[in-house]
């Protein structure tokens, strides 16, 4: 996968990442590895009937098309899994998946519910807190936080929290939430816990449901109404991009849809842009898209050309000099600046942002920048050949 899901949890631009940057990447192998247009696959469970493997066998192949598609893994990256085997959480499988891109092989633990529908990335390895020294204590808080603070070495400096226990679609299994926190940086991780409070499982995400069809969700959630746009509104093929302004791959996919995508297919393809600021590992991304909103509502021929700027410039902005930058960049594009400075002083519209926000996350989007053609996703900038044939693909399919 590439740049944002990336490091959804740990970017860092150049220089010297903080404490809470520098755990992160010792706490990123799932993301390091999906970077690496890593995915997944699920095969049998030793069935011995022909029925039986033959639902195996579709199992594996449902799997490798999810992951393909929800995590932009390139058809050229061969994916292999090992057998399913028993796992220390009693209503698993576990196995090992490897990727293969021609250059390296990463190896990837995931666990697998019994029913063959829920799947999880385990960041790492699964942990037996009993016998990796593990405070000897019934209180699972008490036993979980000064392990994993010792076993990622945590900075005392940076806060370390967990949230309440609660039920998993992992039937027999707890969940909770790890939190780093070092200022106004906050981040969580997902865990599991076997109900004996013995094992833990630090996983890479979300537990992924094998029944989410996103291309299916994406057409009926994505809304393209009154949202900023370049392009015709009746082109047959329309792209939806969701986007962070301070993250660096989407200034490169941003500037291959404005120099090279939209000028090869003219008025055939309209372009629809969407706010996805990574607020916990970004600081001025939020305030980047209220900005790009306002200036939509005060100007909206200025929006494209204002975000053109931040992207190209975007190296160049800070939590401390973010707001006179964007206002300058806003007023360079044809907004009016005292409108623009009321606006996003105000805030006025940030519910516009956390509508394109909830939007994101209804479907299921990880990283920035993710896009739709006319439904399909494309997670980063995987190839422009690999863009253009999806962009040739929707528009067959609308003649």
């Known amino acids: 996968m590439n740049h944002s899901r990336l490091n959804y949890f740990a970017d860092v631009k150049g220089g010297t990442p903080n404490l809470i940057g520098k755990v992160w990447k010792r706490w990123v192998v799932w993301s390091s590895l999906l970077l690496l247009a890593s995915g997944m696959a699920l095969a049998a469970r030793g069935a011995q009937t022909k029925a039986g493997a033959a ?3 579709a199992t594996g192949e449902k799997v490798v098309s999810f992951v393909r598609e929800h995590f932009g893994v390139a058809d050229t990256v061969k994916l292999t899994i090992t057998p399913l085997r028993s796992s220390v959480f009693a209503s698993c499988y576990e196995a090992t998946v490897t990727s293969d891109d021609g250059k390296q092989k990463k190896d990837q ?16 390895q699964i942990f037996d807190l009993a016998s990796a020294g593990a405070p000897n204590t019934t209180a699972v808080g008490e036993k979980v936080l000064p392990f994993v603070r010792r076993q990622f070495k945590v900075p005392e400096t940076v806060k370390l929290t967990m949230s309440p226990l609660h039920s998993s679609v992992f039937p027999r299994t707890y969940e909770a939430t790890l939190t780093l926190e070092q200022g106004k940086q906050k981040r969580d991780w997902p865990a599991l816990l076997s109900r004996d409070g013995r094992y833990l499982a630090v996983m890479g995400a979300e537990v992924f449901d094998l029944n989410f069809d996103v291309r299916r969700e994406a057409l009926k959630t994505i809304t393209t109404h009154n949202q900023p746009s ?50 916990a590992i970004h600081d001025w991304a939020l305030a980047g898209s209220i900005a790009g909103q306002c200036i939509y509502e005060i100007n909206p021929g200025a929006f494209v050309p204002f975000r053109t700027l931040v992207f190209q410039n975007q190296s160049s902005l800070n939590a401390a000099n973010s707001r006179d930058m964007l206002l300058t ?22 519910p516009r942002v956390e509508e394109n926000t909830l939007e994101a996350k209804r479907i299921k989007i990880v990283s920035t920048p993710t896009s739709f053609v006319n439904g399909k996703m494309i997670v980063g900038l995987p190839s422009v050949d690999a863009y253009y044939k999806a962009v040739d693909e929707a528009l067959r399919e609308a003649k």
């Open 109 to 124: 633990i995931v666990l697998v519910t019994k029913d063959g529908r829920y799947f999880a990335l385990v960041a790492g």
């Open 329 to 350: 960049y806003g007023e360079q594009a044809g907004a009016d600046r005292v409108r623009l400075a009321a606006c996003l002083d105000a805030k006025t519209t940030l």
């Open 55 to 57: 639902n195996v066998a």
């Open 230 to 279: 370049q392009g015709p509104a009746n082109a047959p093929v329309t792209i939806v991009e969701y986007a962070d302004l301070e993250c660096p791959m989407c200034a490169r996919v941003h500037e291959f849809l404005e120099r090279e995508l939209l000028p090869k297919y003219g008025n055939k393809v309209r372009v629809v842009f969407k706010d996805y600021p990574l607020v």
